[in-house]
């Protein structure tokens, strides 16, 4: 397979081995189908993006690697260890984070409390100890502040940091979401359209930040996205959903020629 | 399906707790049978509340906490008018009195607070009932009073050649139930051949929806509020006539919570199935389970039926959250 | 303006994350504890206390308790006063069967016991939402009042408890400055206690269960832990507080103390002072017993005559439009008033 040549930030990174898959997973909701026997990989480091008309199952795929949704069959495989369903604490547990499509902040907390609860999983002290703030649970509470203030500082958020997140304009709680993500420093970031609704100043910046985390903190990145133009720029490998079936999987390029796809999108006679 | 199974289990459970006190001959069955009745009894007037609570949450999604205090308010002013006049008119003037205290709802409570969460809503109706208990008896008087609905006193014995020693009814347990029936009959009648009826069940499916088909969601809800009041007068006159009208009223039809909890909060058959359990079930626990329960445990006085309700409820919950009748929701990421 | 906060910059985070950053904020605050213990007990009349002061010290622990759980956690509760009375009897217990414990001992074990059965309440809050929930702490509610009542061991055989005066290191509390002291106390450590916990990262974890469930469970937190945890720290609140209502505030008490009256109390006060908000605990249980004492003089300042029972029936009934007033107007209650108030004097003369 081609190194992807159309990158437009170009970042040095080794991609790995596959870190994250899912086998023959099916899913229905009573008598909706979201998925039908759909398998996919993500290598470590890779940007895999996840494109398809609406309503083909993209969203239901993010929910089943991240156990929000049960498959009825087929198997999860995470760093090599096989699952039947996850479970979404488990799943932060290992590694997997996640943003919403209809962002799903905090709303009524600030913006640092926000990015706080994506480290909650590392801390440890307990409910007396806070309760009493003592030395261990104080000092555990700046260690964790000062790696949340790095992704402040990364996403420039700083002069947000004591605005209930309810309160900020849309394209800033996006940015918020991906931040509480990203703070949880996981393996995997799940993506569930990130610059849906933005302009294309916004979007832009969203890209940035995007590829920065993949480029210098190495987070591998499953996205789903409408935009093509930014499919295409930035991913590694794209797979295309229809109707709950994979109906392409490859590099930009190869996606962007195959007859089904095509068919897909224009429309044609199934 | 596994959801049939709790169902199965409940059923089982109840079987028992009806059957077991015949079966070990603890008691006459004709003594049994009256305990059974009671039950019933109970249960109508719990299912009227809770009919009334569930038409609210079906129109408005509002956890109308309020339900028991409109029962109490609308029995309060019956019992007061129907001493200035008759009964009849007592009665029209309360629907008056229930429509206007809809209106005042629609207005100052649901309008403003529309697009809350369900809890704040739930928080607002606590407001109301605090509103009405005050002002009910403000206006009305906070003693204890009694509606003459003119039906005899004495029981009748029925069914004395099949049990030794027959059945005791009431006169007025029986004209409870008829009424009771004739209700819903009249409620089902309206929801599904009238235009009003069909706008109403189109905004339990879909608020937004049938805001969109340019049905009026402020007269509709201001339409179920009223039809709530008229049912809480129904509730109260009967509950009134039998046990006199007083401010514990209220605290007693909070038992329409666990009913609907074990109905389901949507469905109207709901509520009165789970009504009628409820009173069936905590009158053989109270009559049958509770004195082996005093004794063992050394209490002072049985009084289960007190909690009965809630708890069974509660353990309800766990085995299926949507109630008997209720529709199962998924929740969409 | 009184004082101006620029020029205050925070160079570590030790320090942004004092309890009140801004330097003023301390000074005040030190000032009104210091009034609080120093002066009040001089100049108070021991109507004052009794009737007003020692009430609200303890319902303001209460609602407290109640607004971690409804107010932080989101989980609606309609029988907190029964957690008060588990903390009651078990406290009563407490000092009647082992009568060597210090009293700040039974204190905590009281709130441990109450805590424990608000845990064994709150587990059907792990597979259902705000609305249903409220009916099974119904359950909690009634369901305990019976074994108040019914239980005979708890009250020693005896129709009502009352236990002795509580003694502290040989201090007996019982004139009304020694409660008030006492209580003002144990009121302070839990209110810093409570502070702590909700900037800490289980408070967080309270937060976000209740602004979106599935976005928490997502970033890892469990929602057993959240909520359990919830119940159980608002329980031990309340039970504390339960303990305190029955040895200092009533001496003795009926098993009906902690009915469900108590409990709708507590949720007017904490939708009127504010939910989410501690200060909001302290304003809602003020004004829940400033009210009635204000509706029982005005009219005779007014001269006209109101009966008790009016007067009471009144007091519901403006508790009942205040509720919805609140809910409607402001949600977050006179804490955000006050909030609001602050701001605004922080910037005056200057609009903005």
């Given at each position: 397979m081609t190194a992807p040549e159309?990158?437009?930030?170009?970042?040095?990174?080794q991609v790995g081995e596959v870190i994250l898959a899912m086998e023959d997973v099916w899913l229905s909701f009573g008598g909706v189908?979201?998925?039908?026997g759909v398998s996919f990989d993500v290598r470590e480091h890779e940007v895999r993006a996840i494109i398809g008309p609406n309503g083909a199952g993209k969203s239901s795929m993010l929910n089943v690697l991240n156990g929000v949704y049960h498959p009825q069959k087929g198997r999860i495989v995470f760093k090599g260890e096989s699952f039947a369903d996850m479970d979404p604490h488990h799943a932060a547990e290992m590694g997997i984070a996640r943003t919403f499509q209809n962002i799903a902040l905090f709303r009524g907390m600030t913006v640092l409390e926000n990015l706080m609860t994506g480290r909650n999983l590392r801390m440890k002290s307990g409910i007396l100890a806070q309760a009493l703030r003592v030395g261990p649970a104080e000092r555990e509470e700046i260690r964790h502040r000062e790696a949340v203030e790095r992704i402040i500082d990364f996403l420039e958020l700083e002069p947000y940091r004591?605005?209930?997140?309810?309160?900020?304009?849309y394209g800033l709680q996006k940015r918020v979401d991906l931040g509480r993500a990203l703070a949880s420093e996981p393996r995997v970031l799940l993506l569930d359209?990130?610059?849906?609704?933005?302009?294309l100043e916004e979007k832009q910046d969203m890209c940035r930040f995007i590829l920065d985390a993949n480029d210098q903190l190495g987070t591998t990145l499953v996205l789903i996205e409408h935009d093509m133009g930014v499919v295409m720029d930035i991913s590694d490998r794209v797979v295309v959903l229809d109707y709950g079936r994979k109906i392409a999987d490859g590099t930009p390029d190869d996606v962007r020629s195959d007859q089904a796809v095509i068919d897909a999108y224009l429309g044609s006679s199934h | 399906m596994t959801s049939k199974i709790p169902v199965a289990i409940l059923g089982a459970f109840l079987a028992a707790g009806l059957v077991a006190p015949l079966a070990t001959g603890v008691s006459a069955p004709g003594f049994w049978f009256e305990v059974l009745l009671g039950g019933l009894m109970a249960g109508v007037l719990y299912s009227l509340v809770a009919l009334g609570f569930v038409l609210i949450f079906k129109a408005s999604g509002v956890f109308n906490f309020a339900q028991g205090s409109m029962v109490l308010f609308a029995a309060l002013a019956v019992a007061r008018l129907a001493e200035r006049m008759p009964l009849w008119a007592a009665l029209i003037c309360a629907v008056a009195i229930m429509v206007v205290l809809a209106f005042v709802v629609e207005r100052l409570v649901l309008r403003p607070l529309v697009n809350q969460d369900a809890v704040a809503l739930l928080m607002a109706t606590l407001g109301v009932t605090y509103f009405l208990d005050g002002f009910g008896q403000t206006i009305w008087g906070s003693d204890i009073y009694e509606i003459n609905l003119g039906i005899k006193r004495e029981p009748v014995m029925v069914l004395d050649n099949v049990f030794q020693g027959g059945v005791l009814i009431n006169r007025d347990d029986v004209a409870a139930t008829v009424v009771a029936v004739i209700l819903v009959g009249a409620l089902a009648l309206f929801f599904q051949k009238t235009k009003t009826g069909r706008a109403l069940r189109a905004v339990a499916d879909d608020h937004q929806a049938a805001q969109s088909i340019g049905i009026p969601l402020n007269r509709i809800w201001v339409i179920v509020w009223s039809i709530a009041g008229v049912v809480a007068i129904v509730g109260g006159v009967i509950w009134g006539g039998k046990?006199?009208?007083?401010?514990?009223i209220s605290q007693v039809a909070l038992k329409a919570l666990p009913v609907v909890i074990l109905g389901g909060f949507t469905s109207v058959p709901g509520a009165i199935v789970g009504g009628l359990i409820i009173g069936v079930g905590e009158k053989m626990a109270e009559v049958f389970l509770g004195p082996p329960l005093v004794k063992a445990l050394d209490l002072a006085g049985g009084g289960i039926e007190n909690w009965f309700a809630y708890v069974l409820a509660m353990l309800f919950l766990f085995v299926r959250p949507e109630g008997l009748f209720g529709e199962r929701r998924i929740d969409r990421v | 303006m009184f004082f101006r906060e620029n020029g205050q910059f925070k160079s570590t985070y030790r320090a942004d994350q004092q309890?009140?950053?801004i330097l003023q904020d301390r000074v005040f605050m030190a000032g009104l504890v210091a009034f609080a213990f120093l002066v009040v007990p001089f100049v108070a009349s021991d109507y004052l206390f009794l009737s007003l002061v020692i009430p609200f010290l303890i319902l303001t622990l209460a609602a407290i308790g109640l607004n971690l759980l409804v107010g932080y956690c989101g989980q609606i509760s309609i029988g907190h006063a029964a957690f008060m009375g588990v903390g009651a009897y078990a406290a009563y217990n407490l000092v009647l069967r082992l009568p060597f414990l210090n009293f700040l001992v039974v204190l905590v074990l009281a709130g441990f016991v109450a805590a424990a059965v608000g845990m064994l309440f709150g587990i059907p809050s792990l597979r259902i939402k705000g609305l249903y929930l409220g009916v099974a702490t119904l359950a909690a509610q009634f369901f305990l009042d019976w074994v108040f009542a019914r239980v005979k061991w708890l009250t020693n055989y005896a129709p009502s408890a009352s236990p002795p005066p509580v003694e502290l290191f040989g201090w007996t509390v019982d004139t009304p400055v020694r409660k008030y002291l006492f209580l003002l106390s144990v009121l302070l450590v839990f209110t810093l206690l409570a502070k702590n916990l909700v900037r800490g990262h289980i408070g967080r974890a309270w937060m976000a269960t209740r602004d979106m469930d599935v976005a928490a469970e997502v970033i890892g937190i469990r929602p057993i832990y959240a909520k359990l945890t919830a119940f159980g720290v608002s329980s031990f609140f309340c039970g504390v507080a339960g303990a305190l209502w029955g040895f200092v505030h009533l001496g003795a008490w009926e098993p009906l103390a902690f009915d469900l009256n108590l409990s709708l109390s507590l949720l007017f006060m904490i939708i009127i002072g504010g939910m989410g908000s501690i200060l909001g605990a302290y304003f809602g249980a003020a004004f829940f017993v400033v009210l009635p004492i204000l509706l029982n003089r005005i009219p005779g300042m007014l001269g006209f005559e109101m009966s008790t029972a009016t007067a009471s029936h009144l007091e519901v009934m403006i508790f009942g439009v205040l509720i919805v007033l609140f809910l409607a107007l402001e949600p977050h209650g006179l804490a955000r008033l006050w909030a609001i108030g602050k701001q605004k004097l922080r910037l005056w003369p200057f609009p903005y």
């Open positions: 159309t990158h437009l930030l170009a970042p040095q990174r189908k979201a998925l039908q004591k605005t209930p997140a309810g309160q900020l304009p359209e990130p610059m849906a609704g933005m302009n | 046990l006199g009208v007083q401010f514990s | 309890l009140l950053p």
